[in-house]
Structures are given as structure tokens and as C-alpha cells.
């Protein structure tokens, strides 16, 4: 297909990524922001992925509406929001189908569909006066001033950032999350930044509603950190949960809570030796190990897997906890193996698979794609796939977490 061609047609199907699937003269292209059914003019990218511009919905799907965000179509956070809640969730729902090769997984999605993100990654261009998210496809920083699918407190510190701006000189990110204490801010800067940013990001943490503002600029082993140390989140068991500042953690809190615990519903540690891989501080670690007969959790972030402990200890649990990488780890035999790795997925599964040698395997995925290479992983190592369940963390989007429980033949 040649560059920049104009093509119509109509969308078959969403590929696992959650882009349309249009197949024109020349072979299929995929396009993002679009529903089956529709028919599209497109622009054909001039790379060797076969990506598209939207030009044009010729003829709309039903479930097509108006965005309520004015900057939807030019923000790159919510390219679905175009699209009605109930439909949005049955194409998950079949694009989780297609991908698990299970007819109808379940779907937990939440009533909350705006206001519902307590994290939150931005990117700034201090010399520009530009904080915001990324265009799609683009390194363009669009502002805003609203965020719909933010929480009240993290739209109020995405506003107070802003007029910390003209004091940093860098580029980077700001990590935003919303805990029990008020907002943390974590800034990432490319660059060495100006007594006057200390200053400045310091009267900030003393702002109402801020828990933590921390810096990081190249050069320094640690960022500098105005507040508390760490971020508290409400834990799937309804207790406070430590993390790193700007650490991960789920963005959904209700969407959370029904995937830790669908894991320890279909884990069934109670009695039985669990190896849980990629365990944060410990988001699905507290609720295994209240019945588990033993628990290894090994996390590669040290300070995560610190956090970890602190956790289970505040609880009064014991598991023994490693702050090592899935891939080095010496990992000992275990009737269930938990993991959750990151978006890449993980190459080790098959030598995981034949240490732990489990009977059970409860694996977590926020990528589709790199669940169906583990699947694949899995099934070639004697596993098959009992129960799969789909987690709608990021409405407006087409991203999706996914639960499967594997069991060996």
C-alpha cells in the first residue's frame, strides 16, 4: 500500500489493541476510534506497521455520541469516548473472546465511567508552559483545564502543577495519584532544575489536599521529596496499602478490588504453597496470603517489595518476600502459580513453570496481545484455560486487564 493513501471501508472487527480492523485494496489497516460496523475514510500511515489516520465516520454506528470532553478527539487519553458505555463493554468483552479463545468471559466494569481515575501520568514541557497528556501517535502535549475521567482531587492537582510550571525548566512526566492522605505529585524532569523549582514544589506540598510532591532530575539517586515518603491507597481488603511515590497502582479503585479478589477466589490458597511473580507491594499478596500454607511474593522493584512487607506485617500476615526480578529469581515448588507481569509479558514463563511446577496458574494481564503468547506458553506446557474474566480499569478506552485460572491436564 503506498504512503498516505486514502482508503474507504467498512470496520470488520477490534483487533486485541482495541483499533478497527478496515481492509482495503491493498490489505487491512487499523484504525483507532472506530466501532464494527462502520464505515470509514481513512489515511494509510507511511511506516511498515499497518496504522491509519481517521479521516472520517461515513456512516456512524448506533452507539456512536457525542464526546462529553470537548478535547476528545485531540487528546490522546480516551479515544473511546465516542462510544456508549454498554456498547464499549461487549466489544471488550469480544475482544477478550477472541484473544482467550473462551466464548464468554465475564466482565466486571464499574457505574463509575467518569471521575473514576486515581492515577494519572501527564508530560510537561516547562519552556513551553505545556502540561497535559499526548496526542495519539504524537509527541504534542495537549493541555486541559477539565479532565472528566479524573477524581475531583486529581484534577485540582493537575491545577496546582500548572502554576508551578514556569518555575522548572525541563521536560519529563508528573506522576499523579490520589491516596488516602490528598494528591501525590512525582515530577520527572530531563534535566537539572533551579533552587527556585525546590522552592516552589515545596510551598506546594504544603498546599491543602497534597500529601507528597517529589522531584526527580538526572544526576541524583533518589528524588527529592516534599511530604510523606510514601503513598497510602485503600487495598482491595479495605485497609490502607503503601506504595512507592509514583509507583504503580491500579487506577480504578472499584475495578481493583473485584480483580484482587476474583485472583484469590480462583487461586484457592487456603492450604497450599503460592508463588506469586511481579507482586507490587503486595495489592493481591494481602489477600492470598490470609489462607495460603505458605507464599513466596518476589517483586523486582526493591522499594515496592519493601512496601510489601510493611504491608502484610500491618495486617498481621507472614509471607516471605523477595525484592529480586521474576526472570533471577530461585523459585521453589508451589501447588499455585500467581503472576502479573508487566505490558511486555514474561519471556521466563516456561522456566517459572518448570521450577514452581503447579498445578494451578492464575495469570494476570493488562496487555491482550502478551496474554495470547502466554496462553500459548501455558497450553504447550500442559495447562488449560478453565475461567477467564475481563476488568474494565480504564473506561473511555479500550484497555483492559484480564484474569485467567489455568489448570494442568
Same mark, same amino acid.
Given at each position: 500500500?503506498?504512503?498516505?493513501?486514502?482508503?474507504?471501508?467498512?470496520?470488520?472487527?477490534?483487533?486485541?489493541?482495541?483499533?478497527?480492523?478496515?481492509?482495503?485494496?491493498?490489505?487491512?489497516?487499523?484504525?483507532?476510534?472506530?466501532?464494527?460496523?462502520?464505515?470509514?475514510?481513512?489515511?494509510?500511515?507511511?511506516?511498515?506497521?499497518?496504522?491509519?489516520?481517521?479521516?472520517?465516520?461515513?456512516?456512524?454506528?448506533?452507539?456512536?455520541?457525542?464526546?462529553?470532553?470537548?478535547?476528545?478527539?485531540?487528546?490522546?487519553?480516551?479515544?473511546?469516548?465516542?462510544?456508549?458505555?454498554?456498547?464499549?463493554?461487549?466489544?471488550?468483552?469480544?475482544?477478550?473472546?477472541?484473544?482467550?479463545?473462551?466464548?464468554?468471559?465475564?466482565?466486571?466494569?464499574?457505574?463509575?465511567?467518569?471521575?473514576?481515575?486515581?492515577?494519572?501520568?501527564?508530560?510537561?514541557?516547562?519552556?513551553?508552559?505545556?502540561?497535559?497528556?499526548?496526542?495519539?501517535?504524537?509527541?504534542?502535549?495537549?493541555?486541559?483545564?477539565?479532565?472528566?475521567?479524573?477524581?475531583?482531587?486529581? @484534577?485540582? &492537582? %493537575?491545577?496546582?502543577? $500548572? #502554576? !508551578?510550571?514556569?518555575?522548572?525548566? *525541563?521536560? =519529563?512526566? /508528573?506522576?499523579?495519584?490520589?491516596?488516602?492522605?490528598?494528591?501525590?505529585?512525582?515530577?520527572?524532569?530531563?534535566?537539572?532544575?533551579?533552587?527556585?523549582?525546590?522552592?516552589?514544589?515545596?510551598?506546594?506540598?504544603?498546599?491543602?489536599?497534597?500529601?507528597?510532591?517529589?522531584?526527580?532530575?538526572?544526576?541524583?539517586?533518589?528524588?527529592?521529596?516534599?511530604?510523606?515518603?510514601?503513598?497510602?491507597?485503600?487495598?482491595?481488603?479495605?485497609?490502607?496499602?503503601?506504595?512507592?511515590?509514583?509507583?504503580?497502582?491500579?487506577?480504578?479503585?472499584?475495578?481493583?478490588?473485584?480483580?484482587?479478589?476474583?485472583?484469590? @477466589?480462583? &487461586? %484457592?490458597?487456603?492450604? $497450599? #504453597? !503460592?508463588?506469586?511473580?511481579?507482586? *507490587?507491594? =503486595?495489592? /493481591?499478596?494481602?489477600?492470598?496470603?490470609?489462607?495460603?500454607?505458605?507464599?513466596?511474593?518476589?517483586?523486582?522493584?526493591?522499594?515496592?517489595?519493601?512496601?510489601?512487607?510493611?504491608?502484610?506485617?500491618?495486617?498481621?500476615?507472614?509471607?516471605?518476600?523477595?525484592?529480586?526480578?521474576?526472570?533471577?529469581?530461585?523459585?521453589?515448588?508451589?501447588?499455585?502459580?500467581?503472576?502479573?507481569?508487566?505490558?511486555?509479558?514474561?519471556?521466563?514463563?516456561?522456566?517459572?513453570?518448570?521450577?514452581?511446577?503447579?498445578?494451578?496458574?492464575?495469570?494476570?494481564?493488562?496487555?491482550?496481545?502478551?496474554?495470547?503468547?502466554?496462553?500459548?506458553?501455558?497450553?504447550?506446557?500442559?495447562?488449560?484455560?478453565?475461567?477467564?474474566? *475481563?476488568?474494565?480499569?480504564?473506561?473511555?478506552?479500550?484497555?483492559?486487564?484480564?484474569?485467567?485460572?489455568?489448570?494442568?491436564?
Amino acid at each position: 500500500m503506498s504512503a498516505r493513501e486514502i482508503v474507504e471501508g467498512v470496520v470488520e472487527e477490534l483487533g486485541h489493541g482495541g483499533d478497527g480492523r478496515v481492509v482495503g485494496p491493498r490489505g487491512a489497516l487499523y484504525v483507532p476510534s472506530v466501532l464494527p460496523g462502520e464505515r470509514v475514510r481513512v489515511r494509510a500511515g507511511g511506516g511498515k506497521r499497518p496504522l491509519a489516520e481517521l479521516l472520517e465516520v461515513l456512516e456512524p454506528s448506533p452507539a456512536r455520541r457525542a464526546a462529553p470532553c470537548p478535547i476528545a478527539a485531540r487528546c490522546g487519553g480516551c479515544p473511546w469516548m465516542e462510544f456508549d458505555e454498554a456498547t464499549a463493554a461487549e466489544e471488550k468483552r469480544a475482544m477478550l473472546a477472541r484473544a482467550s479463545g473462551v466464548a464468554e468471559p465475564r466482565l466486571f466494569t464499574s457505574e463509575r465511567a467518569l471521575r473514576y481515575r486515581r492515577r494519572a501520568r501527564l508530560h510537561f514541557d516547562a519552556g513551553r508552559g505545556k502540561l497535559g497528556y499526548r496526542a495519539r501517535r504524537s509527541h504534542e502535549i495537549v493541555g486541559f483545564e477539565r479532565c472528566l475521567v479524573l477524581t475531583d482531587a486529581l @484534577e485540582r &492537582a %493537575a491545577g496546582l502543577a $500548572r #502554576r !508551578v510550571l514556569p518555575e522548572l525548566t *525541563g521536560k =519529563g512526566e /508528573l506522576a499523579l495519584a490520589e491516596t488516602l492522605d490528598g494528591a501525590s505529585l512525582v515530577f520527572d524532569s530531563d534535566r537539572a532544575e533551579p533552587p527556585s523549582a525546590y522552592r516552589a514544589l515545596e510551598a506546594l506540598a504544603a498546599e491543602e489536599g497534597v500529601a507528597s510532591v517529589a522531584l526527580r532530575v538526572p544526576g541524583l539517586p533518589t528524588p527529592s521529596v516534599f511530604g510523606r515518603p510514601t503513598e497510602r491507597h485503600l487495598g482491595p481488603d479495605g485497609l490502607p496499602l503503601e506504595t512507592p511515590l509514583g509507583g504503580f497502582v491500579q487506577a480504578h479503585a472499584d475495578v481493583n478490588e473485584a480483580l484482587a479478589r476474583t485472583v484469590d @477466589e480462583w &487461586a %484457592a490458597p487456603e492450604g $497450599r #504453597r !503460592v508463588v506469586e511473580l511481579f507482586a *507490587g507491594s =503486595g495489592n /493481591l499478596t494481602v489477600l492470598l496470603a490470609r489462607t495460603a500454607a505458605s507464599i513466596l511474593a518476589v517483586e523486582g522493584y526493591v522499594r515496592a517489595a519493601e512496601l510489601a512487607e510493611v504491608n502484610l506485617r500491618a495486617r498481621g500476615l507472614s509471607a516471605r518476600v523477595l525484592g529480586v526480578d521474576a526472570e533471577r529469581a530461585k523459585l521453589p515448588r508451589a501447588d499455585v502459580l500467581v503472576l502479573d507481569p508487566p505490558r511486555r509479558g514474561f519471556p521466563e514463563l516456561e522456566r517459572a513453570l518448570d521450577r514452581t511446577k503447579p498445578t494451578t496458574v492464575v495469570l494476570v494481564s493488562c496487555d491482550l496481545g502478551s496474554m495470547m503468547r502466554e496462553l500459548g506458553t501455558l497450553r504447550r506446557a500442559g495447562f488449560d484455560a478453565k475461567e477467564v474474566a *475481563g476488568f474494565d480499569m480504564f473506561p473511555q478506552t479500550p484497555h483492559l486487564e484480564a484474569v485467567v485460572r489455568l489448570e494442568a491436564r
